[in-house]
């Protein structure tokens, strides 16, 4: 006979996972949901079973705060293997073509410009943007040619930290919708020797670093572990700016009603921004002609 099923609680704030090589990130939030027992429960950006590294998962009135992580920079540290290039730019597909050239650390160097700033960049064939309503990585999974759109993305930065004869790793830090498989693709079709992604560690997501992170194999099957490693809902809006707000004008914005801003410390025009009261979370929004006007509300006492 089964056990009877525990009813979910409420659970507010972040656990930034430190994700191991091999685990989903489905699975990361599903195991974490079950561990703390919550009712709600997501992820800021997906992280391929291949890799390790930040997760950041969001609980209850945290995933309201997810699209500002997904929107913040993203870090990196990766290993190229050059020589082979694969159908999905890792080492889990399979060879599509190969070289015997290797690229001396000279020509590495050289070529590292052209992946620094505003870059065309076509995603990986397997990969989750959706074509048609259908995942690419499901598409091509079926036999389906998948023609992936070149886009521009944003790499910031592009710094190669070891070389050997036949690999490169690398320390990248980029924005949002940034594939570094398909960086590894490029710069090996660009060194003319080809290459693919062998590991490959993210190491900062918007507000979140390394030193937020937990150890998925410190908090398995230990609930009390994983509740300690909870961080406020506020943790995921760290990167916006912060108004603090009366008793008296946080009750208007958890109304739905905006709130003008007085004195000389009143936050310029635009956002989005964040409002607290007590230390606690009560909205984002954006600033109007002098008034705090919100787009999310959240449900938290303060």
């Known amino acids: ?22 685990m989903t990130s489905t699975h990361a939030v599903a195991a974490m949901r079950r561990l703390l027992n919550a009712k709600k429960a997501g992820h800021a950006g997906t992280l391929d079973p291949l890799a390790s590294g930040i997760l950041p998962l969001a609980f209850g009135e945290a995933t309201k705060t997810v ?10 540290t990766f290993t190229v293997a050059w020589g082979v290039e694969t159908d999905t730019d890792d080492t889990e597909g399979r060879a599509v073509a190969t070289s015997d050239k290797r690229p001396a650390l000279a020509e590495i160097e050289a070529v590292l410009p052209r992946f620094i700033g505003i870059v065309s960049q076509v995603p990986p064939r397997y990969s989750a ?17 998948v023609e992936m759109v070149a886009r521009d993305v944003h790499i910031h930065a592009l710094r190669i930290v070891a070389a050997d004869e036949n690999s490169a790793t690398f320390e990248a830090e980029c924005g949002k919708g940034t594939y570094v498989r398909a960086i590894a693709r490029d710069m090996g079709r660009a060194l003319g020797c080809l290459g693919h992604v062998t590991a490959l560690r993210r190491t900062r997501v918007g507000p979140f670093t390394l030193a937020d992170a937990t150890p998925w194999a410190d908090m398995a099957d230990d609930p009390k572990a994983a509740s300690e490693a909870l961080l406020p809902v506020e943790g995921g809006l760290t990167e916006l700016d912060c108004v603090v707000l009366s008793r008296d004008g946080a009750a208007r914005l958890k109304r739905g009603q905006s709130v003008i801003l007085r004195g000389r410390d009143a936050p310029a025009e635009g956002g989005p921004l964040y409002a607290a009261c007590g230390g606690v979370v009560i909205a984002v929004g954006m600033v109007e002609k002098g008034e705090f006007i919100p787009s999310r509300v959240f449900n938290l006492p303060f």
């Open 1 to 22: 006979m089964n056990a009877p099923r525990r009813n979910r609680v409420d659970v507010h704030g972040w656990i930034v996972l430190d994700k191991p090589v091999g």
């Open 67 to 76: 699209p500002y992580v997904v929107d913040g920079e993203k870090a990196y």
């Open 129 to 145: 943007i959706k074509i048609d309503g259908e995942r690419a990585y499901d598409l091509a999974r079926d036999g389906e040619q």
